[in-house]
């Protein structure tokens, strides 16, 4: 007598053993926790830039009603255009963004080879070496101005937006060569091998071959360079006077400005900064293994 098709699924059902969905379930727990983290963490960091862009973007009466909206309600660009009128505020502006830019540029280009040289090849003390180089962001930055400020003195430089590229740079060439350095231990020496086997020189096999692979590591690099330039204010104000960036205009200016100027200044100091992330976002996402759409 032969069995039925169903009784053999039930005999071969029952000699299994149970399905444990203990591990499913661990992971479902680890990744709700991950993503209500990753919710916590971006309100906690969103929402002092919403109510700044929002007292920003209402009307100076609103500004002083009690207790205020947490939901725009009167909608206004007069705070806005009386901080952009006032003096000094637009040559600042320019002044931020070019000594950002600047900083940028100059960090790559003394930050990128110098990243490279550790990344492929190895010497004694290098280690060392990339403990020794956190060193300047160790010490504060009136520490590091005083001496700058003299020294940019002595050389006819101080008061320009040299003077604040050359220290922005100096801040910024640590953190730029330890992250190009782990992006260029990232990409296979054999890839460079193979172009150096095909007719490339040295230089060339670095310029066609590593850089583009290393895009997204100094594509983070050029945001926390540029980040940290544009908001970089004790140094920029020790050593400038007619010339000042923008956030050294602002912290200048608190002690005899209204409050509507305030909330101005710190909207106009964030918006830069996040258009500059947002640029370079596809090249951050392709560092993670992600496609920005």
Same mark, same amino acid.
């Given at each position: 007598? $032969?069995?039925?098709?169903?009784?053999?699924?039930?005999?071969?059902?029952?000699?299994?053993?149970?399905?444990?969905?203990?591990?499913?379930?661990?992971?479902? +727990?680890?990744?709700?926790?991950?993503?209500?983290?990753?919710?916590?963490?971006?309100?906690?960091?969103?929402?002092?830039?919403?109510?700044?862009?929002?007292?920003?973007?209402?009307?100076?009466?609103?500004?002083?009603?009690?207790?205020?909206? =947490?939901?725009?309600? #009167?909608?206004?660009?007069?705070?806005?255009?009386?901080?952009?009128?006032? $003096?000094? @505020? =637009?040559?600042?502006? @320019?002044?931020?963004?070019?000594?950002?830019?600047? $900083?940028?540029?100059?960090?790559?280009?003394?930050?990128?080879?110098?990243?490279?040289?550790?990344? +492929?090849?190895?010497?004694?003390?290098? #280690?060392?070496?990339?403990?020794?180089?956190?060193?300047?962001?160790?010490?504060?930055? @009136?520490?590091?101005?005083?001496?700058?400020?003299?020294?940019?003195?002595?050389?006819?430089?101080? #008061?320009?937006?040299?003077? @604040?590229?050359?220290?922005?740079?100096?801040?910024?060439?640590?953190? $730029?060569?330890?992250?190009?350095?782990?992006?260029?231990?990232?990409?296979?020496? #054999?890839?460079?091998?193979?172009?150096?086997? =095909?007719?490339?020189?040295?230089?060339?096999?670095? +310029?066609?071959?590593?850089?583009? %692979?290393?895009?997204?590591?100094?594509?983070?690099?050029?945001?926390?360079?540029?980040?940290?330039?544009?908001?970089?204010?004790?140094?920029?104000?020790?050593?400038?006077?007619?010339?000042?960036?923008?956030?050294?205009?602002?912290?200048?200016?608190?002690?005899?400005?209204? %409050?509507?100027?305030? =909330?101005?200044?710190?909207?106009?100091?964030?918006?830069?900064? %996040?258009?500059?992330?947002?640029?370079?976002?596809?090249?951050?996402?392709?560092?993670?293994?992600?496609?920005?759409?």
């Amino acid at each position: 007598m $032969t069995m039925t098709e169903t009784e053999a699924r039930r005999e071969t059902s029952a000699a299994l053993p149970p399905v444990d969905h203990r591990p499913l379930r661990r992971r479902r +727990r680890s990744r709700a926790v991950q993503q209500a983290a990753a919710v916590a963490i971006t309100l906690f960091m969103g929402i002092p830039v919403y109510l700044i862009a929002l007292a920003a973007l209402s009307s100076r009466a609103s500004l002083n009603d009690f207790p205020k909206s =947490f939901l725009p309600t #009167d909608f206004s660009t007069a705070t806005l255009d009386a901080f952009w009128s006032s $003096t000094g @505020v =637009f040559p600042a502006t @320019v002044n931020s963004v070019m000594a950002g830019l600047l $900083t940028v540029l100059l960090s790559l280009a003394v930050g990128a080879p110098a990243g490279y040289a550790l990344s +492929r090849h190895v010497f004694r003390g290098r #280690d060392a070496y990339q403990v020794v180089l956190l060193l300047t962001r160790a010490l504060p930055i @009136v520490v590091l101005s005083i001496p700058l400020a003299q020294l940019f003195l002595s050389t006819g430089i101080y #008061d320009t937006v040299t003077a @604040v590229v050359l220290i922005h740079t100096a801040l910024a060439l640590p953190t $730029t060569v330890l992250i190009t350095a782990s992006i260029f231990v990232s990409v296979p020496r #054999d890839v460079e091998e193979a172009a150096l086997i =095909f007719g490339c020189t040295r230089l060339g096999a670095f +310029r066609r071959v590593v850089m583009p %692979l290393a895009v997204p590591g100094l594509a983070a690099s050029s945001v926390f360079t540029f980040v940290l330039s544009w908001n970089e204010v004790l140094g920029a104000a020790v050593i400038t006077l007619d010339h000042r960036t923008l956030p050294a205009q602002v912290l200048t200016s608190l002690q005899q400005s209204p %409050l509507a100027y305030r =909330f101005a200044g710190g909207f106009l100091l964030v918006v830069p900064a %996040l258009i500059f992330i947002a640029l370079m976002r596809r090249y951050l996402l392709n560092m993670w293994g992600t496609g920005a759409r």
